[in-house]
């Protein structure tokens, strides 16, 4: 691909100075900078709730928190991960790189882009408060399950459910933007079929959350009304119905996951092809894959509810619909495997972390599999497997994927190499303390460990025990990347435009660091080099 | 190559059907509530039983089969009052008119309102129990101290399913004195 780049242009209209330049910002590039860095701030809050949670858990019995308080822990680690850490970091990462592997100039709604962020640390620090508020924060998990949450929560829920309505505006606000300079701006010949992964995957990302997100809203619209204005939408005395929550909820909630999971999938698939230097194997096939996923996100939703009561039919059905999921995810695997095969492979830090994607987001897959049998299920329900299950396509899944990301990307953001000793002593201490913390949580699942509780039966000591080391070691190794990023900000090697040897891309033929404002006019898309 | 008003004029007709398709799926959520009682009313999920049932004069009754009918009463958490069915079982002919009454009595030191809440397990049967008279058609409220046996009239359809034995019918009363005094 060649690009034509203003460097005239760029010179006497960078950024502006000082703290206001970041408040007023409409630069898709500051905004993108500013979600990456908020999404991080609430990693490592969200991983100490985290820490608490299984430093109560290294011995059977209450140690360090009372049972109240590790309820809340349990609440605030699971809203501030998928809503402030996974979800912001993806937007950021869409800031940053669809505009310029578009070939476009800026998001289409760049004052919008500049509300959608700044909504959320309000929303955040709302969210946040209630933990020194009296009766103190939510504690009825992140499903928020009516009547616990209606009759039995906090006085506080009311701020949660507010903090969840502006997060919502954000989600759909930013996802709104992405579909339009998707849709809008791409450079001239940059066809549908011709877009990087990454840009698709994030496409029917953005469809699925503006489907979505409304209902969560609607659902947190209820839950209010129903506690402050005398409904009953989930009140069984007042004609409501308790399980109309879980089938509501998990409407969005299923969708969801794969909100968390599509872009990771879209970051991997860049990454793969570059340090095997071979094309992406499969590229239409990685396409209809992902909007299979995404369709079939929508009719699964009761896989979540098996124990609630349903008729044998429901059960068959919602088991079957979630077993097919499995195949458009084997496609991809498959695809990212083949890809690899016969590749000239070298090893640096975000490839690592990509292999290490691909390998244990299919174990937490699997896992899934054994969870969608509807007859184990009940065995397996609300049990430490479960959160073994989600852990593993969360973390080692959508985690690990946003990490490969910001060192596959950062020498194109800040123009500086980071330290590539020290990515790869973080990534291997990442991949070891993930699996130490979350693979003896199968066994302890298995054996019948509920979750959510702060103290648990004698012959799930040794395990968890095991599993909190795991957490300690996993949870201060992101300490170093912090600082490697910190480091990789403040200088470095200097970054070539390409950055990699494989790399092939808009952004690549941009230099490093990415001009303020890149593609004022749009590239030329060389059809050669194109995925199609 | 697309114009910059071109690119304005595509930008705002996305933005407003995806802003259109946001309210549309806020609605939606809405929408599911009823959607949701009406797909429990249609197939008898939930073990839901139906409203007042009238008899008609062709009812036929199956003299040949006997269900069992269980009754259960439950309490929901904070609800004080005493609340039992005067008879545990029931053996009744398919068709027939049968009848039996709920205890309750209040301890509490105030009136109270209650709701009792029906459900029919096994699920599929919902549909063949009809109730001529319930107490969980309409609220009740019993002074402080009061008791009270409340009616049940009902008919189990001489159409329910060959291998349903049992019904059980369970109440669960809840304390809605709160949600009265706050509409």
Known sequence: ?532 | MMTDNHVANSTTATTLKLAAVVVGMFGFGFALVPLYDLICDVTGLNGKTGDQYTVTSEQIVDEKRLVKIQFLANNNAGMSWEFRPEVRTMEVTPGQLNMTNFFVHNPANMAITAQAIPSVTPFRAARYLHKTECFCFEQQELQAGASLDMPLRFIVDASLPEDVTTLTLSYTIFDISDQLAAN
Request: charged share 10%; with cysteine.
């Open chain 1, 1 to 532: 691909m060649s690009a034509v780049i203003e460097q005239h242009h760029d010179d006497h209209h960078g950024p502006a100075k000082g703290l206001m330049r970041w408040v007023f910002t409409t630069n898709h590039k500051d905004i993108g900078t500013m979600y990456l860095w908020f999404s991080f701030a609430m990693f490592l809050l969200g991983g100490s709730f985290a820490l608490v949670i299984r430093a109560e858990l290294f011995q059977p019995g209450l140690q360090i928190v009372q049972p109240e308080f590790f309820n809340q822990m349990t609440t605030m680690h699971g809203l501030i991960m998928v809503f402030g850490a996974v979800m912001p970091a993806f937007v950021g990462l869409a800031n940053w790189l669809v505009p310029m592997m578009i070939g476009a100039p800026d998001m289409a709604l760049p004052r919008m882009n500049n509300y959608s962020f700044w909504i959320l640390p309000f929303a955040f620090t709302m969210l946040a408060s209630t933990l020194f508020m009296e009766g103190g924060a939510p504690n009825f998990g992140w499903t928020f399950y009516a009547p616990l949450s209606t009759e039995y929560g906090p006085p506080s829920t009311t701020f949660f459910i507010f903090a969840v309505h502006l997060m919502g505006i954000s989600s759909i606000m930013g996802s709104i933007n992405v579909v339009v300079t998707i849709l809008n701006m791409r450079a001239p010949g940059m066809t549908l079929m011709r877009m990087p992964l990454f840009v698709w995957t994030w496409l029917i990302t953005a469809y699925l959350l503006i489907a979505v997100m409304p209902v969560l809203a609607g659902v947190v619209t209820m839950m209010l009304m129903d506690i402050h204005f005398g409904t009953a939408f989930f009140n069984a005395g007042g004609g409501g119905d308790p399980v109309l929550f879980q089938h509501i909820f998990w409407f969005f909630g299923h969708p969801e996951v794969y909100i968390m999971i599509l872009p990771a999938f879209g970051v991997v698939s860049a990454i793969i092809p570059t340090f095997a230097r071979k094309r992406l194997f499969g590229y239409a096939s990685m396409v209809y894959a992902t909007a299979s996923i995404a369709f079939l996100s929508f009719i699964v939703w009761a896989h979540h509810m098996f124990t609630v009561g349903m008729p044998l039919a429901g059960e068959l059905y919602f088991m079957y619909a979630t077993m097919l999921i499995a195949v458009p995810t084997g496609v991809k695997v498959f695809n990212w495997v083949a890809t690899m095969w016969k590749g000239s492979m070298t090893f640096e830090t975000p490839m690592l972390f990509a292999i290490a994607f691909v390998v244990l987001f299919t174990i937490g897959g699997l896992s899934g599999l054994m969870l969608a049998i509807a007859p184990a299920d009940f065995q397996y329900h609300d049990t430490y497997f479960v959160v073994a299950h989600f852990h593993y396509v969360l973390v080692p899944g959508s985690v690990f994927s946003i990490m490969a990301a910001v060192y596959y990307w950062i020498p194109k953001w800040t123009g500086n190499m980071y330290d590539e000793t020290l990515g790869k002593v973080h990534f291997w201490l990442s991949f070891v303390g993930v699996n130490v913390l979350f693979f003896p949580q199968h066994f302890i699942g298995l054996a019948g460990m509920p979750r959510r509780i702060p103290d648990y039966a004698l012959q799930f000591a040794d395990y968890n025990m095991v599993s909190t080391v795991g957490a300690f070691l996993f949870g201060f190794s992101q300490l170093l990347f912090l600082f490697i990023v910190v480091k990789c900000v403040f200088g470095g090697k200097k970054a070539t435009a390409q950055v990699w040897e494989g790399a092939h891309g808009l952004e690549w033929t941009i230099p490093s660091p990415a001009p303020y404002h890149t593609f004022s006019t749009p590239p030329k898309v060389d059809m050669s080099e194109t995925h199609g």
